[in-house]
């Protein structure tokens, strides 16, 4: 089996539908700075674009030195998912900038279909139920050159062994707490594994618990 260099994502929230020259400049420099400080690819989660036109985009993207970027289907103003095929336009419009410049970027389609399966549990629609709109979807993507599709809260081993064999093209899942393992996605077919703000909020949450207890040692202290 050919041994695959780690690919970093260069992940920094930032609020829903922003579109600020000074947010994106901060996140640019950031990302920049982790280009420029590993000697593996780094991918940008560019979320749906900042408002920016996809020559824009490119062109910060490039600046950066990402390798490459998610860009998801999401429409935050209006709290729902885009229309594909105006979707699927946007990413070829992206493709078409990044040759335009030069520029072999890898785009990862994210597949927003999922999301409310994730956040809304049992009470609402099941992957199985979902996975037609997510398959349309990726095959709108990768017709309109993406070159891998992300679909967000695929989690359920079935769901993405079914997604996985229907997609034409690489599949990213999402590595949440509840998902298979590596090795178990690994032999369902996924091509490539997110932990998005995963690893940093395992790391805060580790941080916390060790604060904690130097503080109620501190206490203890005290009282003796």
Partial sequence: MTRQRPIIAAYRPIAAGSCSPVLVGADGAAA?????SVGVPVTVDAEAGYGMTAAELVAELK??????CNLEDSNHAAQTLRDPVQQAAWLRDVR????????RLVINARIDVFV??????????TQGELMPE?????????DASADCVYPIG??????????VSKCPGPVNVLRIPQAPSIAELAELGVARISYAGLLHRGVMEQLSHVLASLAEQREHLRVG
């Fill in 154 to 163: 695929l989690w359920e081993a079935g769901a993405v062994a079914a997604f």
């Fill in 116 to 125: 409310p399966s994730l956040v809304s549990g049992s009470g609402g629609p």
């Fill in 32 to 36: 920049a700075r982790i280009t420029r």
């Fill in 63 to 68: 600046g950066m030195g990402a390798a490459g």
């Fill in 134 to 142: 997510a398959l349309r979807r990726a095959q709108a993507y990768l």
């Fill in 96 to 103: 078409q900038a990044a040759s335009d410049q030069g520029y």
